[in-house]
């Protein structure tokens, strides 16, 4: 099944976003925007406060990872994974914070994020590993 970003960065599930830069979908008349990579790390459900994690102390535990490629007004999925192994692989962004994104329908959204090329491109050596 083939996703398309915006309707993954609105689901109502807690997930960490990792970017290469600033994510604004909204404007569709700027083919020139470039690219930009996006990794959505979902967290793990679980019952409790603070998700799970004691006091908001402890391990965030990510069940599914999805990547996608922009480039101009396309996207396209680029890795998908439920494998426990290979999420064990990539770096959980522990300094996520509140992160602003444009959405498709150019509506604002605030997501729990981080823009970091470095973790992208680590990412990215990952993903090439496993393919």
Known sequence: MVFKVSPILQLPRRKLIVSS??????????????????FVLMV????????GRGGGSGMRKIDRILA???IGNSDEQIYE???S???EEFEIPYSAVAMDIVLESGVPSVVQGVIDPDMINRYLEIVRKTA
């Open 85 to 87: 192994q290979e999420i």
């Open 21 to 38: 830069q600033e994510i604004n979908l909204g404007n569709t008349d700027d083919s020139n925007r470039g690219e930009n990579t996006i």
């Open 44 to 51: 793990k459900e679980s019952t409790g406060s603070a998700g």
């Open 68 to 70: 996608f490629k922009i």
């Open 81 to 83: 994974t439920q494998d």
